[in-house]
């Protein structure tokens, strides 16, 4: 599988998404997030994602604007919180979102949770947003089979995209929502795809990463590149963003993508919406 950072895939809409993402999850907004965005815009990323709940908003914005590229050669994905569910309240927070970036259009706007009773009524207003133009694309995040299956009925267009938490721990537990949204060509996006650090250490991962000659984190990043998602790694260490962005000079065998999928403990580092109703 030929890889580069370069690499994207292409929405069902049509607009392309680069493969590799970096997350700011947690990384505080001022300093901390501008200097991570500057130095993975550095290291060749061309996509961010964050949310309205991360804070950090406009930080993100300040470091695209201070970086010399042109609006349209970054991929810029948020989201939209909880408490702005509804059709109103969705329409406000993604203009909110726009001016905290200092944007004029979101490239991807997703649901950040599926929550029970409102869904509905906040995806007529994710497609109401892309017809209007302040986002190219829509999707979801943590939506699970169920959650899925309902927005199907009701949906006039399908989420592009549909953000999950996956890495080898986790995947076969995901499996299902995983296959469900190949089957519509929608998108999965990998969060958490280095575990939030916890299992980077691990034994039969660190031997893996010895057998290539590269860092856990760098396994796992390939690993979900070769398995076709988007995969989103966060951190604010310079170095480790350079690191995460140097995974494309080796490829994991057929035979170490199937260990690594053993490594499966339905591994959940966050909140879980499995059972979500
Ligand atoms: N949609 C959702 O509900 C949702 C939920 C969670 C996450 N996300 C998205 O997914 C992104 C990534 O997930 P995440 O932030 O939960 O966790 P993650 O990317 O799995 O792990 C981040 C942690 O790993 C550390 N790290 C990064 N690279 C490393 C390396 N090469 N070696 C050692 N440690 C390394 C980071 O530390 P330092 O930063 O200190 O380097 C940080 O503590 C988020 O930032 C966010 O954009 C979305």
């Not at 949770?113 to 017809?131: D, F, I």
């Not at 296959?179 to 916890?198: F, H, Q």
Request: net charge negative.
């Amino acid at each position: 599988m030929h890889l580069t950072l370069e690499s994207s895939t292409t929405l069902h809409t049509g607009i392309t998404i680069p493969l590799l993402g970096l997350g700011v999850f947690k990384a505080s907004d001022g300093a901390e997030t501008e200097d991570a965005v500057r130095d993975a815009l550095a290291a060749g990323y061309r996509h961010v994602d964050t949310a309205m709940i991360y804070g950090n908003e406009a930080s993100v914005g300040a470091a695209l604007r201070a970086s010399a590229l042109p609006r349209e050669a970054v991929f810029v994905t948020t989201k939209l919180w909880n408490t702005d569910q509804g059709y109103e309240r969705a329409m406000r927070a993604c203009d909110k979102s726009l001016e905290a970036l200092g944007l004029d259009q979101l490239d991807l706007y997703l649901i950040h949770w599926p929550v029970e009773g409102s869904r509905q009524e906040t995806w007529r207003a994710m497609e109401a947003l892309l017809a209007a133009g302040k986002t190219r694309a829509i999707g979801v995040s943590n939506y699970m089979q169920q959650h899925l299956e309902e927005l199907e009925s009701y949906a006039s267009v399908l989420p592009t995209v549909n953000q999950i938490e996956l890495s080898p721990y986790n995947y076969l537990f995901r499996k299902p929502t995983v296959d469900w949204c190949a089957s519509r060509n929608i998108v999965v996006e990998a969060y958490s795809p280095l575990t939030k650090g916890m299992k980077l250490r691990e034994k039969r991962l660190l031997e893996i990463a010895a057998e290539y000659g590269k860092s856990t984190a760098q396994i796992l990043i390939r690993w979900g590149l070769q398995m076709g998602f988007v995969v989103l790694p966060k951190s604010t260490t310079p170095e480790r963003i350079a690191e995460n962005a140097d995974v494309y000079g080796f490829e994991l065998s057929d035979a170490d993508m199937a260990r690594l999928e053993k490594l499966n403990e339905n591994l959940v580092t966050g909140w879980d919406p499995t059972d979500a109703p």
